[in-house]
């Protein structure tokens, strides 16, 4: 059964870069008949897609953060990672990373991660 | 962009009761419509998609149904472990294929 868990810092200061790793276990980021996509949630509020990454490295980014994302795969790892650029504190959230199915389903998540933007 | 609005966002019942969420599309998403639910500390789980379809390992007290714009999402008789938030999601424009708001179910 595939298994997902991100990794990454819990704080992170305005202005810097936030960086968070999906690791894929009991499956495959070369799978064709996946995409893989970050999911975020402030905290008490509703969830906001990110963007996605297809095996292949073709990516897709919510208009509103396309500025600042950069999503990539290392299928050597069976991993995928999320760069966010220039954070402030309204990007405080829980960070989850989930394989898409079924044309924009989220059928498998990681158990989240909060990332703070505080200095 | 297709908004997906979630009524009650509150519902107050009782385990054992019946339970009925709504979600609401600003335009027509077909049948391409997903229901998770969300426990505290923990990511949603996917419970229905396409409007009908129950995803594996979902009990069968879990139902979908609705086409178009109008969704619900029907618990036929409530356990404990079935009270959490519940949101809806489209797919129809994916991506970013859009959530409702959250409807929190609530032991009353």
């Known amino acids: 059964q595939v298994q997902l868990q991100e990794s990454g810092p819990g704080l992170v200061k305005p202005s810097e870069t936030l960086s968070l790793t999906c690791t894929v276990s009991?499956?495959?980021?070369?799978?064709?008949?996946?995409?893989w996509s970050w999911i975020r949630q402030p905290p008490g509020k509703g969830l906001e897609w990110i963007g996605y990454?297809?095996?292949?490295?073709?990516?897709n980014y919510n208009p509103s953060l396309k500025s600042r994302v950069t999503i990539s795969v290392d299928t050597s790892k069976n991993q995928f990672s999320l760069k966010l650029s220039s954070v402030t504190a309204a990007d405080t959230a829980v960070y989850y990373c989930?394989?898409?199915?079924?044309?924009?389903?989220?059928?498998?998540w990681g158990q989240g991660t909060l990332v703070t933007v505080s200095s | 962009e297709i908004v997906l609005t979630q009524s009650p966002a509150t519902l107050s019942l009782s385990p054992g009761e019946r339970a009925t969420l709504s979600c609401r599309a600003s335009?027509?998403?077909?049948?391409?419509l997903a229901w998770y639910q969300q426990k505290p500390g923990q990511a949603p789980r996917l419970l229905i998609y396409?409007?009908?379809n129950r995803a594996t390992g979902i009990p069968a007290r879990f139902s979908g149904s609705g086409s178009g714009t109008d969704f619900t999402l029907t618990i036929s008789s409530l356990e404990p472990e079935d009270f959490a938030v519940y949101y809806c999601?489209?797919?129809?424009?994916?991506?970013?294929?859009?959530f409702g708001q959250g409807t929190k179910l609530e032991i009353k």
């Open positions: 335009q027509s998403v077909s049948s391409y």
């Open positions: 989930a394989r898409v199915t079924g044309g924009g389903y989220y059928g498998v």
């Open positions: 999601q489209q797919r129809s424009n994916w991506p970013p294929g859009t």
């Open positions: 990454i297809y095996y292949s490295g073709s990516t």
């Open positions: 009991g499956g495959s980021v070369s799978s064709g008949s996946y995409y």
């Open positions: 396409d409007a009908s």
